[in-house]
């Protein structure tokens, strides 16, 4: 008998119906319900003592890395916006279940002073942080350029790349060497879309700030590297993410001919923030389903 798994099929296709949601959009009325790792994802002690902070860790990628770390012994703080409290009350709960400490932190991160009072409270709460997972990002389709609104540009980039600067920023005066920050890319840095040209620059940004802070933070220990997802099934996605003929299509984008699901995302998260990844920095991880990347 093989022990294999079959990547076609270790998890089903998502075939979503149409289906919408209003910005920010739930997992908890995702259809149908997407594998956050509640039942799948087994840790095995690979982050124990570490303090994690995870922006976006309500729902989707977030959630299955704040889950992953929990039961790899992390202690995890999420931070996420004020409407997405039951998602992001689920997730408390799991990292709670995994014997570690959790800390809710809802806010609005296109401000400042939230930024900068995510990463106080973390620290205050755990006594520390040891891990920084800038993932929080705003993703709104719009018809190319002359239908993308002046304030969701502005919105855009704010949410996605002052936040993750600011966050990071932040949290400079308490990482210490052996730490790790990671960025949530995307595969649309490298393959971007007309109907997201405005969140397609963030993700380009939030790469190339990963891999110039990692040339300014390898030589004091800290290592920078950032995760490039393909098509994941995500509260993002219904939630104006796509438009509804593109998300009937969805499983169709990648070559392995189904969409993913944010538990597959948890082991490269993990693997990044490990001493196992010591010498890795500056490095964008593809979880695409065989999407390229340069
Ligand atoms: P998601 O909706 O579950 O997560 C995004 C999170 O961003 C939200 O939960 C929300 O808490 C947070 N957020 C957005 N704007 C915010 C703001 N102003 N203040 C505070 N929090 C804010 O969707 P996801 O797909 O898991 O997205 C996680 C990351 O993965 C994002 O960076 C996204 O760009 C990236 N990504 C997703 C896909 C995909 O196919 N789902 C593909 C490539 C990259
Ligand atoms: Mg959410």
Known sequence: MTSLNDPRNRYPKVEPPEQTQPHPGLDRDLEPQSDIGLETYQGNGRLKGRRALITGGDSGIGAAVAIAYAREGADVAIAYLPEEEPDAQRVIQAIEDAGQQALALPGD???????????????????????????????????????????????????????????????????????????????????????????????????????????????????????????????????????QEQLTQFDEMAPLGRAGQPVELAGAYVFLASDEASYVMGETLAVTGGMLTP
Request: glycine share 6%; hydrophobic share 35%; with cysteine.
């Open 109 to 243: 991160l296109c401000e400042l002073e939230q930024c900068r009072k995510i990463v106080d409270e973390t620290v205050e709460a755990f006594g520390g942080l040891d891990i920084l997972v800038n993932n929080a990002s705003r993703q709104i389709w719009h018809d190319g350029i002359e239908n993308i609104p002046d304030d969701e540009f502005d919105k855009t980039m704010k949410s996605n790349i002052y936040s993750s600067y600011r966050v990071t920023k932040a949290a400079m005066a308490h990482l210490e060497p052996g730490s790790s920050i990671i960025f949530t890319s995307s595969i649309e840095a490298y393959q971007p879309t007309p109907t997201l040209l405005h969140y397609d620059m963030t993700k380009a940004a939030m790469n190339n700030l990963s891999k110039g802070l990692a040339q300014e933070l390898a030589p004091k220990g800290i290592r920078v590297n950032a995760v490039a997802p393909g098509p994941i099934w995500t509260p993002l996605q219904p939630s104006h993410g796509q438009p």
